[in-house]
């Protein structure tokens, strides 16, 4: 079922892999600290301004072996509304790929972006700034989710998102 924004719901968040990873993540360097920080802050504070939403490719992401704090990382998501990775969305990564929106063989990436795309959300929420919340990709995405006939949502990191003063 497709979700799009209401004015009487909280606008909707699609909420991508790295965005739990930096929550759980450790490790000490200054940017992953940052991301931390700013993850948590806007966790603690700012997500009851919105409807979150996972998909089950986060779960699998979430599963692989070599993910770090993997049972803290799962516990986040539990609260989450999940979609289903279906059909549809799978033709839509295959698209992606086709005009070189995403890289081809590896579908993560492009299937968080279908997922929020098909779903209507009204944001998608990374740190993946190579591929996602990228400036430079925002006008390749927008003109084939066009073309395709899909919403884009808004795509950004955490320290973008604050809800009211969106």
């Given at each position: 079922?497709?979700?799009g924004?209401?004015?009487?719901m909280?606008p909707?968040v699609y909420v991508?892999?790295?965005?739990?990873?930096?929550?759980?993540?450790?490790?000490?360097?200054?940017?992953?600290?940052?991301q931390?920080?700013?993850?948590?802050?806007?966790w603690?504070?700012?997500?009851d301004n919105f409807?979150?939403?996972?998909?089950d490719?986060?779960?699998?992401?979430?599963?692989?072996?070599?993910?770090?704090h993997q049972?803290?990382?799962?516990?986040l998501?539990?609260e989450?509304?999940?979609?289903a990775?279906t059909?549809e969305?799978?033709?839509?990564?295959?698209?992606?790929?086709?005009h070189?929106?995403?890289?081809q063989g590896?579908?993560?990436?492009?299937t968080h972006?279908?997922v929020?795309?098909v779903?209507?959300?009204?944001?998608?929420?990374?740190?993946n700034?190579?591929?996602?919340?990228?400036?430079?990709?925002v006008?390749?995405?927008?003109?084939i989710?066009k073309?395709l006939?899909?919403?884009?949502p808004?795509l950004?990191?955490?320290e973008m998102?604050?809800?009211?003063?969106v």
């Amino acid at each position: 079922m497709a979700i799009g924004y209401n004015t009487a719901m909280k606008p909707t968040v699609y909420v991508e892999t790295s965005v739990i990873g930096a929550m759980v993540d450790r490790r000490d360097d200054p940017i992953t600290q940052a991301q931390r920080t700013f993850t948590l802050d806007w966790w603690e504070n700012r997500r009851d301004n919105f409807a979150l939403f996972i998909s089950d490719a986060v779960i699998v992401e979430l599963n692989r072996s070599a993910f770090p704090h993997q049972d803290e990382a799962l516990a986040l998501v539990g609260e989450m509304t999940m979609f289903a990775v279906t059909p549809e969305i799978i033709r839509v990564v295959h698209e992606y790929q086709a005009h070189l929106v995403m890289p081809q063989g590896s579908m993560g990436d492009a299937t968080h972006l279908a997922v929020a795309s098909v779903n209507k959300m009204d944001y998608l929420l990374t740190w993946n700034c190579r591929h996602l919340a990228n400036p430079n990709k925002v006008r390749h995405i927008e003109t084939i989710n066009k073309q395709l006939g899909l919403h884009t949502p808004v795509l950004l990191t955490p320290e973008m998102l604050w809800g009211n003063e969106v």
